[in-house]
């Protein structure tokens, strides 16, 4: 490249929040852990779901307040800064009680050892999982809570 040229500025992804009205294809995934994040966005993106990721529990939970009817699934990671996925869901669920939200763990020892443990019966993805399983969780608990 020339001296006399600089390259142009490289762009952030900015998170992709879904117009109003629930998509059933519609997801918000929470995860700080970089890896997991875009593994999970990338699998879920390839079989057609609009992902909007957060890297932590008090982001998510301010992109899901900005818009409350625009998804049909929150994925969250059970650890996490700022606020926990435990924390994350009693925020989405005070706005949309019936919203199925989908935990991630890898916590050693299990969720029910991690500092916060899940309420009773309360779907869980251990991690790792493959993509098999991340899709057929997601779709199931999908399905469960909109039949159509």
């Known amino acids: 490249m020339p001296s006399d040229q600089?390259?142009?500025?490289?762009?952030?992804?900015?998170?992709?929040?879904?117009?109003?009205?629930a998509s059933r294809r519609a997801l918000l995934v929470?995860?700080?852990?970089?890896?997991?994040?875009?593994?999970?966005?990338?699998?879920?993106?390839?079989?057609?779901?609009?992902?909007?990721?957060?890297?932590n529990g008090r982001d998510a939970g301010?992109?899901?307040?900005?818009t409350p009817d625009a998804f049909a699934l929150v994925l969250t990671d059970v650890v996490m800064?700022?606020?926990t996925g435990v924390e994350l869901a009693a925020r989405v669920r005070a706005l949309r009680p019936r919203l199925p939200v989908l935990f991630m763990s890898a916590f050693p020892g299990g969720?029910?050892?991690?500092?916060?443990?899940?309420?009773?019966?309360?779907?869980?993805?251990?991690?790792?999982?493959?993509?098999?399983?991340?899709?057929?969780?997601?779709?199931?608990?999908?399905?469960?809570h909109d039949p159509n």
Do not use: C, N, W, Y
């Not at 390839?46 to 890297?55: I, R």
């Not at 301010?62 to 900005?66: R, S």
């Open 6 to 21: 600089t390259p142009p500025p490289r762009k952030s992804r900015a998170p992709h929040v879904p117009q109003p009205g």
């Open 30 to 55: 929470a995860d700080d852990d970089d890896a997991v994040r875009e593994f999970v966005r990338i699998v879920l993106e390839q079989a057609g779901f609009a992902v909007t990721t957060a890297t």
């Open 62 to 66: 301010d992109l899901f307040v900005a």
């Open 81 to 83: 800064p700022f606020a």
């Open 111 to 144: 969720p029910e050892l991690a500092p916060e443990p899940l309420p009773p019966d309360e779907p869980l993805l251990e991690k790792p999982f493959p993509m098999a399983r991340l899709l057929e969780t997601v779709r199931a608990a999908i399905r469960a």
